[in-house]
């Protein structure tokens, strides 16, 4: 089955740095997720985006939705110590009931 | 509290087992998941299901059996045939059946398959 291509795959960052992570597909999708799990956990949704160049936040989190319906980037600012985790963008494709996921960027926050 | 619940945390399989890992959802989401997650790579779907009594296949069934005979219940078995049965296990959970805005899958914490 189709994957997402995230990048990077994994990350050290200091804290209070900002964070940047994209999320590719060769084909397009009506929505776009993007998750973040704790080690040991479940994923946790943290935004949902609906509509190309869509762009919206959540607390120091914004996500956007590419214009060409075939990428999204997730940027978080100030980075803290809890931020640390995997996060995972995840898309449907319209006309099709599967969520695809991505496979992952690992975020290390160095204190 | 309202949530979906996997269990147990941890797990452990002897050659030849059959094992089953519980999935249970008080949200009255109507679909349910199961995924396979090994270090290093995304989240695969093993077997989905959008109504009671009634599941799919998804990209990695083999050697993986559900069922759903109750809205709430989704529990998912590995049969000895999987062969390499040793990852994190997801189980998660959505409203509707796939319409616009129903995307948004719900996780449980996950159960830790081992092989001994």
């Known amino acids: 089955g189709q994957q997402l291509n995230q990048s990077p795959q994994s990350m050290f960052i200091q804290e209070g740095e900002d964070v940047s992570m994209n999320c590719t597909s060769s084909?397009?999708?009506?929505?776009w997720l993007w998750y973040k799990q704790d080690p040991g956990e479940g994923p946790v949704l943290l935004i949902a985006l609906y509509k190309a160049g869509e762009l919206t936040s959540n607390g120091r989190l914004t996500a956007q939705f590419g214009i060409t319906r075939k990428d999204s980037f997730l940027n978080i600012s100030a980075s803290i110590p809890s931020d640390v985790g995997i996060y995972f963008c995840?898309?449907?494709?319209?006309?099709?009931?599967?969520?695809?996921f991505g496979t992952g960027t690992k975020l290390q926050v160095i204190p | 509290d309202g949530g979906i619940t996997q269990s147990p945390k941890y797990l452990f399989r002897k050659e030849g087992q059959n094992v089953t890992l519980s999935c249970e959802q008080n949200l009255n989401h109507d679909a349910m998941y199961w995924y396979r997650q090994d270090p290093g790579q995304g989240l695969r779907l093993i077997y989905y299901?959008?109504?009671?009594?009634?599941?799919q296949k998804g990209d990695i069934a083999e050697g993986y059996s559900v069922s759903r005979e109750k809205k709430e219940s989704f529990p998912l078995t590995v049969t000895s045939a999987q062969k390499n049965p040793t990852a994190f296990y997801l189980c998660a959970s959505r409203f509707g059946q796939g319409g616009e805005g129903d995307e948004k899958l719900f996780f449980g914490s996950g159960t830790q398959l081992s092989v001994l």
């Open positions: 084909s397009i999708f009506n929505t």
């Open positions: 995840a898309g449907r494709r319209a006309g099709y009931q599967k969520v695809t």
């Open positions: 299901s959008q109504i009671v009594n009634d599941f």
